[in-house]
């Protein structure tokens, strides 16, 4: 049995990171991914260099992250023979994804309106900043500004004294990009029993709102956010320091379940009885008096000590760990949550993998492309011959 997507064509036209983390899933569920690339090559290639990364032919982490397993054609979109080349390409394919803005599409003939009139059987995948419709339509947005600030997430999520968070880098991308990666995925079952394509559009700002769907409702309803952890809507669903001054959260959802058992394990089981805390409708009125409490009991004892108690107690819980733990984490592992490859000078590469599995097979990694790597055999597939390739590269069409 093959991979899901096994025989479904993509064309990826994008750039940065919420586009290409789309064709990044869809090539691990199996599509035949096709990146297709101005003649210097698309500007995400340099993109790990913010971050201090390598960013070069040898070794390029992000790149490898958001574009493995795909393979590229470097095209001059600007040139007709380059338009030509890519008409090819977009009539045998079955998806075109892209999170270039809408003003470039359009002067490229690559908007919705044009491709469903030259290709109907296409369906036709968008990723921008803030949707297609309003007077912000088209204004540019990458997750910082787009996801993260304007959904208000990097503002009401941080600490209610502090300063606003600091973006997590690309995070609101590789979100997006999951978002779309789902959208084009529905619209195949159309195709094959209609044999028409589908315009399938999302945004950073649609997927920030969505991921902080809960806490907008809840602040329409009269909620207030940001929070501080000394006041927060539930005792039992915070962080603690612990004695070793590592730190653990406790989720619990259930209240009344939960809250004498809770005070049995923390060592207060006199506070079962209290009426400022057992008549959870009361309790606002003491959340701060009791997370007070709960901060000093967690301090007597050494994260793995309240590890067990608390597993034992089948109490939801978790460390509150930093990204450098992942790498080394055994469940993570033990999953293929994260994995290992060799870059092109055979150093090992950690890469986090996209997050749906199926059945039993296992994650591959097969490089990201160098610029222009797969432009000749792409060009034979598309039935050019050897005579129109050196023709089309002489002339400045592609790479």
Known sequence: MGKPLDGILVVDFTIYFAGPSAGKILADWGANVIKVEPLEGEPGRYSGAVMGLRADDGSNPYWELLNGGKRTISINMKSTDGQKIMDRLLARANIFISNCRLQALSRLGLEYETMSVKHPHIIWGHICGYGHNGDESGKPGFDA??????????????????????????????????????????????????????????????????????????????????????????????????????????????????????????????????????????????????????????????????????????????????????????????????????????????????????????????????MGENTDEIMTELGYCQEDVEHFKKGGAIR
């Open 145 to 370: 500004a787009a996801f993260w600030s304007r959904s208000g997430a990097l503002l009401d999520v941080a600490d209610k004294d502090g300063n606003p968070l600091t973006n997590p880098f690309a995070m609101g991308d590789i979100a997006t990009g999951c978002s779309l990666a789902g959208g084009v995925a529905a619209c195949l079952y159309k195709q094959a029993m209609s044999g028409r394509g589908e315009k399938v559009v999302t945004s950073l700002y649609a997927t920030g709102i969505w991921h902080s769907a809960c806490l907008v409702q809840s602040t329409w309803h009269g909620d207030e956010w940001p929070k501080s952890r000394r006041q927060p809507f539930s005792p039992l669903y915070n962080s603690f320091r612990c004695k070793d001054g590592r730190w653990l959260y406790i989720s619990i959802m259930e209240y009344k379940r939960y809250f004498s058992v809770l005070c049995r394990v923390v060592g207060r089981p006199e506070l079962i009885v209290d009426p400022r805390f057992n008549n959870e409708p009361v309790l606002r009125e003491h959340c701060a008096v009791f997370t007070k409490i709960l901060d000093e009991a967690f301090m007597e004892k050494d994260y793995a000590e309240w590890d067990r108690l608390l597993i034992e107690a089948d109490i939801v819980h978790d460390r509150i760990g930093h990204f450098k733990d992942v790498a080394s984490d055994p469940q993570a592992l033990a999953n293929n949550y994260v994995y290992f490859t060799h870059d092109r000078e055979g150093t090992d590469e950690l890469i986090p993998a996209t997050p749906v599995q199926f059945g039993e097979w296992n994650m591959e990694h097969k490089n990201a492309p160098l």
